[in-house]
């Protein structure tokens, strides 16, 4: 398994419409868990994090499964500015300190009018 | 809003050439790394630094590439003899331990 893996894509949506991306991680030990949000080459941007109890940011919601090793991101009420390629990340155990992370491949979504 | 400065933005140069990418992290964080994305794939980590020593790198921080905080305010990437799958876009970040990433807006850096 990938160490970190999203659904492929592309996800095409109107606006107000309701997507959930999905993302598997390999390594059972991980702690931290995020999504990010990345416009057309820029860069990275934090999304929220995601806690085991799941959490809320306006119209994004985060959940984490970890039995099934495996993290979603549900955007409810899709707006044209939500067009972006949503990152999963999911950083190995920290040693020492510094936290590199390793991001999935991305999933596109494209919100139309 | 403090924020991560790279420089340049964009940079072409020709294969065999010695590059230098910069980036002024934020002031008061000590955990400083270099990543890399590759037109239509992931973002890779290359290397964290951390006490102006290494502290992890990936199999592509390979003897070509080299990095430096030469005084209290820069932190560079050193790629020494480009290729042309050199070319990327390089991300320069810093936190402060032990989350709480601050991205750069990147070099696209261009090998022909």
């Known amino acids: 398994r990938k160490e970190v893996e999203q659904d492929p894509g592309p996800f095409n949506v109107p606006e107000g419409a309701t997507v959930a991306f999905n993302c598997t991680y390999s390594?059972?030990?991980?702690?931290?868990f995020f999504w990010y949000r990345q416009d057309c080459r820029k860069e990275p941007k934090l999304l929220m994090s995601v806690y085991s109890s799941g959490n809320e940011d306006g119209r994004f919601t985060a959940q984490l499964n970890r039995a099934s090793q495996y993290i979603s991101l549900l955007i409810r009420d899709s707006k044209l500015s939500d067009s972006a390629t949503y990152l999963c990340v999911v950083p190995p155990p920290s040693q020492g300190g510094s936290e590199k992370l390793v991001f999935g491949k991305g999933t596109k979504l494209t919100v139309n009018p | 809003e403090p924020e991560v400065t790279q420089t340049p933005s964009h940079q072409v140069t020709q294969m065999g050439q010695e590059v230098i990418l910069r980036c002024v992290p934020i002031s008061n964080h000590l955990y400083f790394y270099w990543y890399r994305q590759i037109l239509g794939q992931k973002v890779e980590f290359l290397v964290s630094f951390y006490n102006n020593e290494i502290s992890e790198k990936s199999e592509i921080f390979d003897d070509q590439f080299s990095v430096e905080r030469p005084d209290g305010s820069n932190f560079t990437l050193k790629i020494r003899s480009t290729k042309l799958e050199d070319s990327a876009m390089y991300f320069c970040?810093?936190?402060?331990?032990?989350?709480?990433?601050?991205f750069g807006s990147g070099t696209r850096l261009t090998v022909v």
């Open positions: 390594n059972s030990a991980s702690q931290s």
């Open positions: 970040a810093s936190s402060p331990p032990p989350t709480g990433y601050t």
